[in-house]
């Protein structure tokens, strides 16, 4: 059975200190659980006070990008190297705001992946639909040509390290959250990409999970699809009260996961 994994992803919020003081508070409202792997992804000026707060703790810290080259004349970027000095394990790749913003490609993505990986962080490659694509019929199509261009050259071994982030760009920071019966079928079928390319025992090991307009309310729900391993979670990480229950969705939810 695959673990489940629930990951905030804090985008461009909380200063050093906001983190410092949420990661320390966290850490102690999460320490027995153990029904989930936990992801915080503070800001890149956060992520060295974030992993300090949580040192021996059952949180993991993530970045929110990372750049191919392992350094060079990039303004603004970060390597792989430079996250994980500063304690991150692992990172965030493809969001769709950074496809979005900054214009990146499932080339570039590709790439971020490759030197990720090659630095030993743990990638959480995002995949997802607009609502055009997804109101023209093409969600499919767009999750293929995302999973072939983002995970090109990928070897078993090295698709084995990663996780996959499922969010559809319609449903991100919007309130409206994909039913857990439309979620499940896009992880079905990026399972099923998954599978031809990687073979059943990777596909199977693979752990997706789902984004967009994740809830204290709507976590349940999701985590009962069998196909749904776990929650990125944006607004709702950065309360800790909203994230503490997201993590704690009833475990119960979790042996009755229906298939
Ligand atoms: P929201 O949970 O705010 O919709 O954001 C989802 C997301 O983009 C996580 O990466």
Redesign the pocket.
């Known amino acids: 059975m695959r673990r489940p994994v629930i990951?905030?992803?804090w985008?461009m919020h909380k200063t050093i200190a906001e983190t410092s003081a949420f990661v320390a508070r966290l850490r102690e409202r999460v320490a027995n659980v153990n029904h989930c792997d936990i992801v915080v992804?503070p800001p890149f000026t956060a992520l060295r006070a974030a992993a300090e707060a949580a040192r021996g703790s059952n949180l993991r810290i993530a970045g929110q990008d990372v750049h191919w080259e392992p350094n060079g004349a990039h303004t603004g970027d970060i390597s792989a190297g430079m996250l994980m000095e500063a304690g991150a394990t692992a990172v965030?790749i493809g969001?769709?705001?950074r496809r979005r913003d900054h214009g990146e490609t499932d080339e570039m993505i590709n790439r971020k992946l490759k030197a990720a990986l090659a630095a030993g962080l743990t990638p959480i490659v995002?995949v997802g639909e607009t609502l055009e694509e997804r109101e023209s019929g093409r969600t499919q199509e767009v999750l293929s040509r995302q999973f072939e261009g983002g995970f090109a050259g990928l070897t078993p071994w090295e698709f084995s390290r990663i996780m996959m982030?499922y969010?559809p760009v319609w449903?991100?920071?919007?309130?409206r959250?994909a039913t857990p019966e439309m979620a499940a079928e896009s992880h079905t079928y990026l399972r099923e990409l998954s599978r031809r390319r990687f073979g059943e025992a990777e596909a199977e090991r693979l752990r997706i999970l789902y984004?967009?307009?994740?809830?204290p309310d709507n976590i349940a729900g999701l985590m009962r699809e069998v196909q749904i391993d776990g929650a990125?979670?944006?607004?709702?990480?950065l309360d800790l009260e909203s994230f503490v229950a997201i993590v704690q969705y009833p475990p119960l939810v979790a042996a009755g996961r229906v298939g």
């Open positions: 990951a905030g992803n985008k992804a965030i969001h769709s705001e995002c982030a969010e449903a991100i920071g919007t309130g959250t984004g967009g307009s994740v809830k990125l979670v944006g607004g709702a990480s």
